[in-house]
């Protein structure tokens, strides 16, 4: 009989004739990838400007006084203006499988097990959500009027899931984190709540003054398999989110 | 990381990387077309993959998220057109024990045959292979253990067959 860690240990590729393409055309795709994904995301800088800056320079010239806030928001370093409206074509939808509705409001598709994350009130707020027999998947974005409003309220509900994933260890219903660091600030944590061996996958990521909620759920698929598919479609979203930091692409 | 020091990890790492790949999808071409992505995926984003500890697990994990991905979009009939394929390449016929041991893995839970591959194969140890899966030390011990066993089994299975 073959011991199985002989057989591991001396695996090989046979046969497997390697003729990968140059590094130089490897670097052309990927330089390539980097500048559509650029394109993709000035295009949304542009229109957010637009969006902003008109309002404001009609607000100057009719040298009004009402108390209406400004549409944008200055953090403490008054260099640094955090866009507070979502560009009209910011690419959210993008890798979720199609169909997928989208909403200018939030609706939780996730069964958190701690409580979770929800967008700020008045806060410009949009999700893309795709759903399929046996599982689903959506994304959502809020913008907070200040990065520190956003980090803040990021980093309490990491601690809020950390605490919440050791009180829930050997119990049947649970929550495991795992790390992660995609943008500015990240959390990834995984909500196991049935016998049936549901879960939801969900991923929380800030770039700038902008949080990203992906999430999926599935049934009878490792969690780790759900988190790569999650992690897997919120990669072209947060290269796009760039627009929201305080040095916008 | 500049060209020439992307070219070198490049050259140094390619075929290791899609060895290690196809054993944990079971399937030589899926793997070269991953791993190839992910490395364009690398170049892309290199500041990220200069932050990053160890760069050829960046690229091992990201081209086993596509292999999964793909796999997924493979299922539901709905696969695009592969955006990084290198030309066609020859392959010679494998040995039947090797053929044994790719259908064994396969036949194993995905977190098992992940497991063994960075283990065994990838020779990376406990500590690390938990980091790169993200799970417990204690966990990456359980399944290998599990794994092991499941493999003996499935392989004597294999030998029993072939020699009856």
Same mark, same amino acid.
């Given at each position: ?58 607000? @100057? !010239? ?9 549409? *944008? ?21 993008? +890798?979720?499988? *199609? ?14 097990? #701690?409580?979770?994350? @929800? ?38 509900? +990491?601690?809020?899931?950390?605490? #919440? ?20 600030? !990240? ?9 049936? +061996? ?27 398999? *759900? *988190? ?6 919120? @990669? ?5 989110? #760039? ?5 916008? #692409? | ?64 998220? &596509? ?50 591959? &960075?283990?065994?194969?990838?020779? &990376? ?40």
């Amino acid at each position: 009989m073959h011991d199985p860690l002989d057989e591991l240990e001396n695996f090989s590729t046979p046969g497997l004739t390697m003729n990968p393409l140059p590094a130089s055309e490897v670097r052309r795709r990927g330089t390539r990838m980097r500048r559509r994904n650029h394109a993709l995301a000035a295009i949304g800088g542009v229109a957010a400007v637009a969006i902003i800056a008109t309002p404001l320079a009609m607000a @100057a !010239s009719s040298n009004r006084t009402d108390t209406t806030p400004p549409v *944008t928001t200055q953090s403490p370093s008054p260099s640094v203006t955090w866009v507070q409206e979502i560009p009209a074509d910011f690419p959210l939808a993008e +890798g979720l499988p *199609t169909p997928v509705r989208t909403d200018a409001s939030y609706e939780s598709q996730v069964t958190d097990i #701690c409580g979770g994350w @929800a967008p700020p009130e008045s806060s410009d707020v949009r999700q893309a959500v795709f759903t399929e027999s046996e599982g689903g998947s959506s994304h959502a974005l809020a913008l907070y009027p200040t990065e520190g409003e956003a980090a803040l309220a990021l980093t309490s509900l +990491g601690a809020q899931t950390q605490a #919440c994933a050791i009180q829930t260890e050997g119990k049947q219903r649970w929550v495991d984190v795992s790390p992660s660091d995609d943008g500015d600030q !990240s959390l990834v944590y995984v909500n196991h709540y049935s016998d049936a +061996g549901d879960i939801d996958v969900v991923q929380l990521v800030r770039v700038g003054n902008a949080i990203l909620q992906a999430q999926a759920w599935s049934n009878g698929v490792p969690p780790e398999q *759900t *988190t790569a598919l999650v992690e897997e479609r919120s @990669a072209p979203v947060i290269d796009a989110m #760039c627009v929201f930091s305080a040095d916008p #692409c | 990381m500049d060209e020439r020091e992307f070219d070198d990890f490049y050259a140094a790492s390619f075929q290791r990387i899609t060895g290690q790949v196809y054993a944990m999808i079971g399937n030589r071409d899926e793997a070269q077309e991953c791993v190839q992505e992910a490395f364009v995926r690398a170049w892309a984003h290199r500041r990220k993959l200069e932050r990053a500890e160890h760069p050829e697990a960046w690229v091992r994990t990201t081209a086993y998220r &596509l292999a999964v991905s793909r796999w997924r979009r493979t299922v539901r009939g709905r696969r695009p057109v592969d955006r990084a394929v290198g030309p066609a390449y020859e392959s010679a016929a494998p040995s039947e024990a090797h053929v044994a041991l790719v259908a064994a893995l396969r036949q194993l839970p995905e977190a098992q045959r992940q497991a063994l591959v &960075l283990h065994h194969i990838a020779d &990376l140890p406990v500590h690390d292979v938990a980091r790169e899966v993200g799970v417990p030390e204690g966990t990456i011990k359980a399944r290998l253990s599990r794994g092991r066993a499941a493999l003996a089994a499935l392989l004597a299975d294999e030998e029993g067959l072939s020699h009856a």
